[in-house]
Protein backbone atom coordinates (compact mmCIF):
# COMPACT_ATOMS: atom_id res chain seq x y z
CA UNK A 1 0.00 0.00 0.00
CA UNK A 2 1.73 3.48 -0.91
CA UNK A 3 -0.17 6.97 -0.33
CA UNK A 4 -0.40 9.48 -3.06
CA UNK A 5 -1.01 12.98 -1.70
CA UNK A 6 -0.56 16.76 -1.12
CA UNK A 7 -0.98 19.13 1.99
CA UNK A 8 -4.69 17.51 2.93
CA UNK A 9 -3.03 14.67 3.45
CA UNK A 10 -1.52 15.55 7.00
CA UNK A 11 -5.37 14.77 8.37
CA UNK A 12 -5.13 11.40 6.66
CA UNK A 13 -1.69 10.45 8.15
CA UNK A 14 -2.39 11.47 11.66
CA UNK A 15 -5.20 8.82 11.65
CA UNK A 16 -2.67 6.00 11.20
CA UNK A 17 -0.68 7.05 14.60
CA UNK A 18 2.73 5.68 14.63
CA UNK A 19 1.21 2.96 11.44
CA UNK A 20 1.97 5.59 9.30
CA UNK A 21 6.12 5.20 9.27
CA UNK A 22 4.96 1.92 7.41
CA UNK A 23 2.84 3.30 4.95
CA UNK A 24 5.14 4.66 2.03
CA UNK A 25 4.30 8.08 1.29
CA UNK A 26 5.06 10.15 -2.16
CA UNK A 27 4.29 13.50 -1.80
CA UNK A 28 3.43 15.46 -5.13
CA UNK A 29 2.64 18.59 -3.90
CA UNK A 30 5.96 20.80 -5.03
CA UNK A 31 5.56 22.92 -1.80
CA UNK A 32 5.49 20.03 0.12
CA UNK A 33 7.87 18.08 2.28
CA UNK A 34 10.07 16.08 -0.11
CA UNK A 35 8.34 16.95 -3.44
CA UNK A 36 8.38 14.12 -5.89
CA UNK A 37 6.64 16.12 -8.32
CA UNK A 38 8.32 14.09 -11.86
CA UNK A 39 7.38 10.61 -10.36
CA UNK A 40 3.70 12.06 -9.81
CA UNK A 41 3.00 13.69 -13.38
CA UNK A 42 5.35 10.37 -14.97
CA UNK A 43 2.85 8.01 -12.62
CA UNK A 44 -0.73 9.77 -14.10
CA UNK A 45 -1.26 11.13 -10.21
CA UNK A 46 -4.29 13.79 -10.77
CA UNK A 47 -6.27 13.19 -7.57
CA UNK A 48 -5.38 13.56 -4.31
CA UNK A 49 -5.03 11.54 -1.82
CA UNK A 50 -4.33 8.85 -4.02
CA UNK A 51 -3.77 4.99 -3.01
CA UNK A 52 -1.82 2.35 -4.40
CA UNK A 53 -3.10 -1.03 -2.99
CA UNK A 54 -1.75 -4.47 -5.07
CA UNK A 55 -0.90 -2.77 -8.07
CA UNK A 56 -4.47 -0.78 -8.11
CA UNK A 57 -5.28 2.76 -7.58
CA UNK A 58 -7.96 4.42 -5.46
CA UNK A 59 -9.03 7.91 -5.86
CA UNK A 60 -9.78 9.99 -2.55
CA UNK A 61 -10.38 9.65 1.01
CA UNK A 62 -10.83 6.07 1.98
CA UNK A 63 -12.37 4.55 5.37
CA UNK A 64 -10.04 2.77 7.45
CA UNK A 65 -12.06 -0.40 7.13
CA UNK A 66 -11.95 -0.47 3.45
CA UNK A 67 -7.97 0.32 3.59
CA UNK A 68 -7.87 -2.22 5.51
CA UNK A 69 -9.79 -4.38 3.40
CA UNK A 70 -8.25 -3.58 0.54
CA UNK A 71 -4.94 -3.75 2.06
CA UNK A 72 -5.17 -7.23 3.78
CA UNK A 73 -4.70 -6.02 7.14
CA UNK A 74 -5.69 -7.90 10.29
CA UNK A 75 -5.91 -6.28 13.58
CA UNK A 76 -3.95 -8.08 15.78
CA UNK A 77 -5.93 -9.64 18.48
CA UNK A 78 -6.19 -8.01 22.20
CA UNK A 79 -5.28 -9.77 25.08
CA UNK A 80 -8.47 -9.86 27.71
CA UNK A 81 -8.01 -8.06 30.56
CA UNK A 82 -7.43 -10.78 34.01
CA UNK A 83 -9.77 -11.01 36.55
CA UNK A 84 -9.98 -7.95 38.41
CA UNK A 85 -8.03 -5.73 36.21
CA UNK A 86 -9.33 -2.52 34.87
CA UNK A 87 -10.85 -2.81 31.33
CA UNK A 88 -12.82 -0.80 29.59
CA UNK A 89 -15.72 -3.24 29.07
CA UNK A 90 -15.25 -3.29 33.18
CA UNK A 91 -16.37 0.07 33.06
CA UNK A 92 -13.67 0.96 35.56
CA UNK A 93 -12.57 4.19 34.02
CA UNK A 94 -15.46 5.87 35.29
CA UNK A 95 -16.29 6.60 31.39
CA UNK A 96 -20.13 4.93 31.15
CA UNK A 97 -19.17 3.47 27.89
CA UNK A 98 -15.86 2.20 29.00
CA UNK A 99 -13.67 4.54 27.25
CA UNK A 100 -10.64 6.27 28.81
CA UNK A 101 -8.23 8.47 26.73
CA UNK A 102 -5.40 7.19 29.13
CA UNK A 103 -5.73 3.26 27.03
Known amino acids: ??????????????????????????????????PQVALCQAS????????????EIYLGVQPLGTLARLSGFEQPAVKPAAKGEDSPASGASG???GYSPAR
Open 95 to 97: ASD
Open 1 to 34: MALIGAPIVPSKKKTFGGAVDRIPYVECDPQGFN
Open 44 to 55: GIEAYPTWVIDG
